[in-house]
């Protein structure tokens, strides 16, 4: 399948059976391979991108793993780049010996793509957007940020949610997991999670007017519901229809529209397969169906196989286990960024002010020490994720989050259909950092200063923009637009400010 996006041409071969081959003879014998490795199970580790150059060395080039593989051709200007859309499960590699080249695959796809030098992640972007369409970027909530766990998962609880929702501007209160009796569930003789019959039937004392009270509740207050489920993925899918009729009926009956699926373990790739195969019939249910890819352990699609479905949830967090760090968020979605849309990732934002006490006092990086607003500017190129009991948010965050979310609301329809890059420096906690969103009439730049004495970023946009309108921010900010060049200075550490630059 041929497609040209945004200039930039790639072909897809599909369900490759082991190896994509190509005869290149000697066109790759000066090439510099950069390959991308995408790794999701955030619960085990902090880095979702990793990167490493290999030089090719008298036309061969060694075997080197990755999902994505670009190819740079000085000589010609031009690169290469390979995508392959693993699971986690599948680990691909690119090799070139005696020349042929050859991608790895295990039966999945392969995607090829050609474009002058210095383009080859807005490539990959590209093709991201040219399978995913989301409509608009979404606020979700979920209690299970604050570890409160199922004991307030109840029905009280969660209308206090939706009040707090509906005062912040969030979009989806999310139900986690507590809502069910969990009673059948067990692991098969693999050490694979089963949940069999009643495993799914509502707990009525925690419910006294019916699940189906919640929605109808939210509607009341402009706030939609989304549900947590675990699919029976064991026996490759054993109760498929069971599941499916669950989730209608929480669908049509109880009225959420938006599903996060949990505890994937997918060790073979008819496993996979079967997977995409449940995505699909969830968004049969309607063009207000939708899905959350839950991609924290295990082994499940990964950021690549799942790319047409939903939205990705990236990372568990908490300020409960100190393992929350502000800047750790921020620099896990700006690697993401460089090569899959935000558009496609949740990332999550907590209650700073909750287990302080878990933190080093003396720690200039511990989540309390920065402003609620600071934090949703921080991650709302993405899907931002309210990973908190909102209701015990302090009313001083109500108000800030409210401002910065009501003006996100008014600009996202624009970021959703940008095409979002990272820019300055990798985030570090010390650094000054941000995101360029090009869209078809402006170009939207947050930048974020960090713990730093550093204050002034120096971005080069080009000469095709007007004058730069400062849409939020929480410091003072003053802007200079000279022969193509942006200077803004901010006059505080822990600081943001979202630009707009029509074109």
């Known amino acids: 399948m041929f497609s040209n996006v945004e200039g930039l041409q790639f072909c897809t071969y599909e369900n490759v059976s082991g190896a994509y081959t190509e005869e290149v003879g000697d066109r790759f014998g000066n090439a510099i391979?950069?390959?991308?490795?995408?790794?999701?199970?955030s619960d085990y580790h902090d880095t979702p991108v990793s990167e490493q150059t290999v030089y090719a060395f008298r036309g061969r080039l060694e075997r080197t793993e990755g999902h994505i593989f670009l190819l740079t051709l000085p000589a010609e200007g031009k690169s290469v780049v390979y995508i392959v859309p693993a699971p986690d499960i599948v680990v691909p590699a690119i090799s070139v010996e005696r020349g042929v080249l050859q991608v790895e695959c295990d039966g999945c796809s392969v995607v090829r793509g050609e474009c002058k030098s210095g383009k080859e992640a807005a490539l990959c972007r590209a093709w991201y957007r040219s399978v995913y369409h989301p409509k608009t970027l979404v606020a979700m909530s979920n209690t299970w940020g604050d570890r409160g766990g199922a004991a307030v998962v109840y029905e009280q609880f969660l209308l206090n949610e939706i009040d707090a929702a509906q005062r912040l501007g969030v979009d989806v209160m999310q139900v986690d997991a507590g809502w069910s009796k969990q009673t059948a569930g067990g692991t098969d003789a693999e050490g694979f999670r089963t949940f069999g019959d009643g495993h799914w039937d509502v707990v009525e004392e925690k419910f006294p007017h019916g699940i189906e009270s919640i929605t109808p509740y939210a509607t009341s207050r402009g706030v939609e519901t989304g549900l947590w489920f675990c699919p029976h993925c064991s026996e490759n899918y054993k109760y498929f229809d069971r599941d499916i009729a669950i989730l209608k009926h929480a669908h049509?009956?109880?009225g959420f529209h938006c599903f996060k699926l949990d505890a994937l373990q997918l060790n073979t790739m008819e496993k996979c397969r079967r997977t995409v195969d449940f995505l699909k019939a969830i968004l049969d249910f309607g063009e207000d169906a939708t899905?959350?890819?839950d991609v924290t352990a295990n082994q499940r699609l990964g950021f690549l196989m799942g790319a047409p479905y939903g939205k990705l949830f990236v990372e568990n967090r908490y300020t409960a286990w100190s393992n929350y760090y502000p800047h750790a968020t921020l620099r896990n979605l700006w690697r993401l960024s460089e090569y899959i849309p935000t558009s496609k990732l949740q990332m999550e934002l907590a209650n700073p002010c909750r287990f302080t006490e878990k933190y080093r006092s003396d720690d200039v990086l511990r989540p309390e020490t920065y402003g609620t607003d600071y934090l949703f500017a921080s991650v709302m190129v993405s899907n931002p994720l309210f990973w908190m009991e909102m209701q015990h948010l302090p009313e001083r965050e109500v108000e800030r989050l409210s401002l910065i979310v009501s003006v996100w609301k008014r600009y996202r329809d624009?970021?959703?259909?940008?095409?979002?890059?990272p820019i300055c420096e990798e985030p570090s906690g010390v650094s000054l950092t941000g995101f360029a969103a090009s869209a078809?009439?402006?170009?939207?730049l947050i930048l974020l200063r960090e713990v730093t004495d550093r204050d002034t970023f120096t971005v080069e946009i080009g000469e095709d923009f007007s004058a730069p309108v400062l849409i939020a921010s929480n410091a003072?900010?003053?802007m200079t637009?000279?022969?193509g060049t942006l200077t803004?200075?901010?006059?505080?550490?822990r600081a943001y400010a979202w630009i707009r630059i029509p074109r």
């Open 33 to 41: 391979l950069k390959a991308v490795r995408l790794r999701a199970a």
């Open 252 to 254: 049509d009956a109880w």
């Open 291 to 293: 899905v959350e890819l």
């Open 414 to 421: 624009e970021l959703v259909r940008a095409d979002v890059r």
């Open 440 to 444: 078809d009439d402006a170009l939207h």
């Open 476 to 478: 003072d900010a003053e």
């Open 481 to 483: 637009l000279k022969g």
């Open 488 to 493: 803004v200075r901010l006059s505080s550490p």
